[in-house]
């Protein structure tokens, strides 16, 4: 099954890994990444996001030189050379990713000394003794191609129908569409069958883009020439009444039932990994791959989110859009990308031209490659957030600014989501000594409290509305500042890049901010508000902002003096009564993805807070 480890250490002959020293994919193992492209779909091909060989121990492996291939859900595991390739594990399943700090005695040598323990620990149905599945075998419900599968050898054949994909079948019904008026309030009404128009925006008159980018037939040239008017993108993260409790209880009930019964027949396994490359990345990429999919299938529960990643809702697995070609996905994105980029372009078409883009990156993920490597649309968005910000007076915001900036903000949140292991966007990051990242993080923070005309003579339901508009744009930049923790946690966790873009430099970048404080107390707020509020659990778009934020106030307390300060002095009351981790689980349910880990979260945040000086 694959080259065994002797105790002298690890021959050295053996390719060790696709991923580079800075963590980005590489092709230096032709063999693998040529089985690879060979014996999988293009989606499957797609979806990998890097390789690299370790020790690998387990109940059905021992201590065995292996490939280990990270996808968006799962991790497999392949021979040297590479001969079949078999599931190691779910990312639906894991409970949690660690190091440990130990000295392997199977190895020797400085393969010992600089080996990465890394150890996974995922839960896997309990068959008893006598049917005891081995570990590397599939854990969703049985299919044909399943059946075929043993624990001594896991064919390649009907791959592609095992592996979760996010694409379909070519439709001649479906593709890249985005019509303003259908969107409102974050809600997305379903667009199949709908008529194509003549234009793809007012802006944009060119036909040839009408396979991607389609607006609905009732926009034209003869737009409003207020984006005010026009709802925004952006998901209603509040909670709601629940109307039918009696049914929600009969559900809640039932729901419970199950998930004891699944807990019964699961048990803990684990999964050991040895890294032997002094600059291997595989932590990193696991802890980044899992938190990835946690949040990508919490969000999947939510139809909105599905029904604008283009999928059913009645076949929730299944994406619905055009399958189209790299050289015609390019050229279409240059069109869009030079209509974007036009001198003098007027605030409606571009905030038109805005909405194609977010919508066409969330049906098409090529679109964010094709982002990053574009050396215009990052300092573009930038430029536009930056300016837009600042508002009309003194920091004013009208809700067409408001509107404007929350599209841009959420733009780039969903262009940083699962581009890691893409070459160009550190590139782009870093460039200029960081100036542009610089630039987007100073605009990104702002006053929480509504700043008005005083000669305002708006009713009282515009002020309303302008406080919501407010309130979605604060959502959305905690949404992209977690994405900035993320990627600057990771870098701050491997000294040997030696970038600048580390958790300590975006703290000091924004400590002279003179809104960081309020910032940073507005997101405190909302989780104290949240989470003592009334008992019922929060929509699965709620509860990734939930964890976004945690995740972010537990970076301010690790990473900044005067930040920890401000909140434990400031918040340390209110954590201490109403932030109660019994309380998330009320919050959270059970089956949202997303639930254990945020939980986790909470207890170090709680720790953090209370803790005495």
């Known amino acids: 099954m694959g080259r065994r480890v002797r105790e002298r250490g690890v021959k050295g002959d053996i390719p060790m890994a696709r991923t580079s020293a800075d963590g980005l994919l590489c092709q230096n193992n032709s063999k693998l990444d040529s089985f ?9 091909y797609e979806r990998i996001r890097v390789y690299e060989p370790c020790v690998v121990v387990s109940e059905s492996v021992k201590k065995v030189f292996m490939h280990v291939i990270l996808t968006d859900e799962r991790v497999y595991l392949s021979e ?9 594990l779910s990312f639906r399943h894991v409970t949690s ?11 020797s040598g400085q393969e010992r000394e600089r080996s990465l323990h890394i150890r996974v620990v995922y839960t896997a149905k309990d068959t008893g003794k006598k049917s005891k599945r081995p570990k590397g075998s599939s854990k969703n419900k049985p299919s044909p191609t399943q059946g075929l599968n043993s624990s001594a050898r896991h064919s390649l054949e009907g791959m592609s129908h095992i592996l979760l994909s996010t694409r379909s079948a070519p439709s001649e019904s479906s593709s ?38 389609n607006t609905s037939p009732t926009h034209s040239s003869s737009s409003s020439p207020s984006v005010a008017l026009l709802p925004s993108i952006t998901t209603d993260q509040r909670p709601l009444a629940f109307s039918h409790r ?9 729901r419970t039932i199950t998930e004891k019964q699944k807990e019964e027949d699961e048990k803990e396994e684990e999964l050991h990994l040895y890294a032997v490359s002094p600059s291997s990345r595989i932590f990193l990429h ?57 001198e003098n372009i007027r605030l409606e078409s571009l905030y038109l031209l805005l909405q194609e883009l977010h919508t066409a990156t969330y049906r098409n993920p090529t679109i964010k490659k094709l982002f990053w490597r574009s050396p215009d649309l990052y300092p573009f968005l930038v430029k536009t957030l930056a300016e837009s910000s600042q508002g009309d007076q003194e920091g004013v915001h009208t809700a067409d600014r408001l509107l404007l900036c929350t599209l841009v903000v959420q733009i780039l949140s969903l262009m940083f989501r699962e581009t890691e292991i893409e070459p160009t966007r550190l590139s782009m990051l870093m460039s200029k000594q960081g100036a542009l990242t610089a630039d987007m993080l100073l605009a990104l923070v702002c006053d929480p409290d509504l700043q008005l005309p005083d000669s305002t003579k708006d009713s009282k339901s515009s002020i309303t509305k302008m406080h919501r508009l407010q309130a979605d744009y604060l959502d959305a930049a905690s949404a992209l500042l977690f994405e900035v923790v993320v990627l600057c946690q990771e870098a701050s966790r491997t000294t040997s890049l030696g970038h600048f873009l580390t958790i300590g430099w975006v703290f000091r970048l924004l400590k002279p901010h003179p809104f960081l404080l309020p910032f940073v107390g507005y997101q405190a707020q909302q989780v104290v508000l949240v989470l003592s509020g009334p008992q019922y659990p929060v929509s699965p778009s709620q509860a990734v902002l939930l964890y976004q934020r945690f995740h972010v106030l537990l970076a301010c307390l690790q990473h900044s003096t005067c930040l920890s ?21 009320d919050k959270l349910p059970h089956h949202y993805p997303i639930s254990q880990p945020a939980q986790r979260l909470l207890s170090q945040l709680l720790s953090l807070v209370l803790q005495k000086p």
Not at 101 to 106: G, S
């Open 36 to 44: 690879l492209k060979r014996n999988t779909s293009r989606d499957v």
């Open 80 to 88: 040297f050379p590479p001969r079949a390739l078999r599931e190691a």
């Open 97 to 107: 990713i660690e190091l440990i700090n130990d000295l392997p005695d199977f190895l």
């Open 176 to 213: 890249w569409r985005i019509s303003p008026t259908s969107m409102s309030d974050g809600v997305l009404e379903e667009e199949e069958g709908s008529v194509i128009p003549k234009r793809r925006s007012a802006s944009c008159p060119n036909p040839d883009v009408l396979g991607l980018f």
């Open 246 to 254: 009696g049914s929600d209880l009969t559900r809640e009930m039932r």
């Open 286 to 342: 696991l802890q980044s791959s899992w938190n990835s999919y946690i949040i990508r299938s919490t969000l999947m529960l939510d139809p909105v989110y599905r029904r604008r990643c283009g999928i059913s809702s009645f076949s929730p697995r299944k994406q619905k859009y055009h399958k189209i070609g790299w050289e015609r996905t390019c050229h279409l994105f240059g069109q869009l990308s030079g209509e974007l980029l036009q």
């Open 565 to 585: 300060k401000y909140i434990r002095t400031g918040f340390k009351e209110e954590f201490r009564y109403y932030v109660k981790t019994s309380g998330l689980e």
